[in-house]
């Protein structure tokens, strides 16, 4: 019973009770690349000798500048389980940002894909730390101003198809994964061994996202991001296969990979579901396969659920969590209904229970009851915090203020209800709640609303300052017919507002609906409400 649980111990997996499994990639030369995870486990071994000439130290942190490929998960394993810290890099953030992680991780190489050397080779004169770089992809007659360069094929070649592993603490670092930095810079999480080996596990229970050796899981969410929300350790320790789709992220191009290879299950944030929404419903794609999407990273409209599930036969499993959770917090996966519920597409559009293992509660924010804990009715919003085996108990560097509270629970920043069934329901991000007249709004429960309606494709919804209530939902939509201008805008916006006012009381109903071509997103996706948020004060500062 006293085993470490380390990544090694998945690691182990891999060459001997999944190895026949197979990983697939969508590559840039338009081929589906193939191979088995014993294949796998003799280029982790070769990599790992590369690690050892890259003259690394145990402990020292590795950057990956790349795509969801089978390279990056050769990564994903060598690194960690040679002694090094794994970190991946967001390549949709700024330079300076890029910069500034790549710094204060001070990582020694970073291995890069081909596709991305431009972006790399921009910010190379600033990175102090980085002693090398490693080129994916690409061979020695791709020019590049890095140096020293050394080419990952070339890296592999040399190195024996077996490695003499290190016996590891189960306490020890394994990954370092950056927040996206949507308000100030972003802040390092640090991932050890035990930490992602139960949270692998977490990942793999029927009720969360049950993944088995039955399915091919297709992790869109970046590998950049969150650790693709653990799925490529989870998919070796049960033997799922796993498809990579490279950066090939468009509604065609999924849509085409994942009925080639047969993915069974697979996992992004609601903006990519909706596009292939669409693209499914032409009929052109074979998609008996796909059993469930796992949708995460921003609440998933219940429009959208509904339609995946009655019209594709796409059962939708809606999640929660962040970063700090490496991720994984709650799932709907879970919820038990009566068949005759008709309230079942509301339930879904919650974000369901906490994943066994993790711990959660809500507490007061208001003075007369701050801090103390709030009842779970459904009905009553309070700061959500968590506790558990996977939950980051301080950010990277110490610069960053403390993370826990003094009981030990980690303050999501998220508002939510609970239930009685212990199903979190989130009301807000507590930075994007609209406060008006002293009363407050819920920007998501606005946005879900306004998505329903049949002619919105997205909506979001932001506070604008107002000098009568304080601040006040301003709402920006995209409606699935773009071409705004032939549409009669003042009557739809009426038509929405009349929708609104049948759920929700007078005051959420937002006074400016605003009909754009298109909603800016974060790197990873989401609605960048602080751009948003930006763009209209200037607006109304007069500035543009
Ligand atoms: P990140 O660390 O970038 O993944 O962001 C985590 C944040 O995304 C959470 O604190 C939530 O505010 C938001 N989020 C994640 N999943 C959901 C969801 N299913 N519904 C609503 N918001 C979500």
Redesign the pocket.
Known sequence: MNYPLTLSAILRRMKQAVSTRKVFTQTNQGKIHCYSYGDCYRRVCQLAHALNRLNLKPGDRVGTLAWNTFQHFELYFAVPCWGGVLHTLNLRLSSEQLIYMIDEAQDQVIFVDETLLPLLEKIAPKLSSVKSYVLMGGDRSQKTTLSPVFYYEDLLEAGFDCFDWPELHEEMAAGLCY??GTTGHPKGVLYSHRSQYLHAMAVCLVDTLGLSARDTVMPVVPMF??NAWGLPYAAVLVGAQLAFPGPFLKAIDLASFLQEVSVTVAAGVPTLWLGLFQELKTGQYKTDHLQRLV??????PRSLIESFEKELGISII???????LS?L?TTTAGLRFDSSDSQIYDQKAK?GLPAPGLEVRILGDLPRDLNEELPWDGKTPGKLQVRGPWVVSSYFQASHPALLTQDGWFD???ISTIDPQGCIH?VD?SKDLIKSGGEWISS?ALENALMAHPEVMEAVVVAMPDQKWGERPLAWVVLKNKSVSTLPVKTLKDKLQIELSKTFAKFWIPEKIDFVQEIPKTS?G?FDKKKIREQVLKEQTGLN
Not at 318 to 324: K, L, N, R, S
């Open positions: 927040t996206s991001h969150a949708v995460g990273g921003a609440a998933m809606h999640a929660w969590g962040m970063t700090e991720p917090g974000q999501t920043g998220d989130l991000r998501m990873i989401k």
